[in-house]
């Protein structure tokens, strides 16, 4: 079982270059349609734009799935699906506070 699971893994971080890439225009349309409910300022989830975090930041919030394991602690998910959050991913790194193009709010 353990032996499974842990070739899945390592299957998953052979495939993952492959497939690392998601579309900066389909993550900016999610980010605003999914993502900004709750993310502007006076909401639960207070502002959170590209320029929330720096590249870095980004990968590490997206790699330790912070949403989806505060599922629970939030009562909500972002109810987008594993290759739509890399689309929101691959936005937000293209336009994070130290990228060659910050953005502010998606537009
Ligand atoms: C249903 C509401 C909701 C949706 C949808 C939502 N969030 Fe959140 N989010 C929250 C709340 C609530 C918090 C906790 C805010 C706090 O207490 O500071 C949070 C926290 C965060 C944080 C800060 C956590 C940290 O450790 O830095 C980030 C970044 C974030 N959300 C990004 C996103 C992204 C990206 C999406 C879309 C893929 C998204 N959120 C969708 C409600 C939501």
Redesign the pocket.
Same mark, same amino acid.
């Given at each position: 079982m353990r032996n499974t699971l842990l070739s899945l893994l390592a299957l998953a971080a052979l495939a993952a270059p492959l497939s690392a890439q998601g579309s900066e225009l389909k993550g900016k349309f999610?980010?605003k349609k #999914?993502? $900004? #409910?709750? +993310?502007v300022a006076g *909401?639960?989830? $207070?502002e %959170?734009t590209p320029l929330? $975090?720096t590249q870095a930041?980004?990968k590490a919030?997206?790699a330790?799935d *912070? +949403?989806n394991k505060?599922k629970e602690k939030?009562?909500?998910? #972002?109810?987008?699906k594993p290759e739509q =959050?890399k689309d %929101? =991913?691959t936005f937000?790194i293209q336009h994070a506070s130290d990228s060659p193009q910050p953005m502010t709010c998606g537009g």
């Amino acid at each position: 079982m353990r032996n499974t699971l842990l070739s899945l893994l390592a299957l998953a971080a052979l495939a993952a270059p492959l497939s690392a890439q998601g579309s900066e225009l389909k993550g900016k349309f999610f980010f605003k349609k #999914t993502c $900004k #409910t709750c +993310h502007v300022a006076g *909401k639960p989830g $207070k502002e %959170v734009t590209p320029l929330t $975090k720096t590249q870095a930041q980004w990968k590490a919030y997206f790699a330790a799935d *912070k +949403h989806n394991k505060g599922k629970e602690k939030l009562g909500t998910g #972002t109810d987008l699906k594993p290759e739509q =959050m890399k689309d %929101v =991913m691959t936005f937000l790194i293209q336009h994070a506070s130290d990228s060659p193009q910050p953005m502010t709010c998606g537009g």
